[in-house]
């Protein structure tokens, strides 16, 4: 599987966006999928999960969760993420990634795909 991300781009604080990743191969459904984010000068942080096949089993980082929303369209290989009431310490580079698990309580992934960055102004 190959990960594609789209969709960053600069946005207002309280404003909306949503990022895409489209994913080659059949066995995308297979996969659990998820974002991940790093801010300037920060670590890399896990920000949400999407369950495989149906994506019926959500996870969110506390930072993000009931503003952020996370989703799968397995029929076009693509995982989205729906960011609404945009913060400016919501500004990094989000990453999109494929086979995640939980590695001595923290989310690893096995796949990763390139960045898009987003930027909010206050």
């Known amino acids: 599987v190959q990960l594609q991300a789209s969709g960053g781009g600069p946005v207002q604080a309280g404003g909306s966006l949503r990022l895409s990743c489209a994913a080659s191969?059949?066995?995308?459904?297979?996969?659990?999928m998820g974002w991940f984010r790093q801010a300037p000068e920060k670590e890399r942080e896990f920000v949400a999960a999407?369950?495989?096949?149906?994506?019926?089993?959500?996870n969110y980082a506390d930072s993000v969760k009931g503003r952020f929303t996370i989703s799968r369209d397995n029929a076009k290989n693509t995982v989205y993420l729906q960011m609404n009431s945009i913060k400016p310490e919501d500004t990094a580079v989000y990453f999109c990634?494929?086979?995640?698990?939980?590695?001595?309580?923290?989310?690893?992934?096995?796949?990763w795909g390139q960045g898009t960055l987003v930027t909010v102004s206050s």
């Open positions: 191969g059949r066995t995308f459904r297979n996969y659990v």
């Open positions: 999407i369950s495989s096949c149906s994506g019926s089993t959500t």
């Open positions: 990634a494929a086979g995640i698990t939980v590695v001595r309580g923290n989310r690893e992934a096995a796949l």
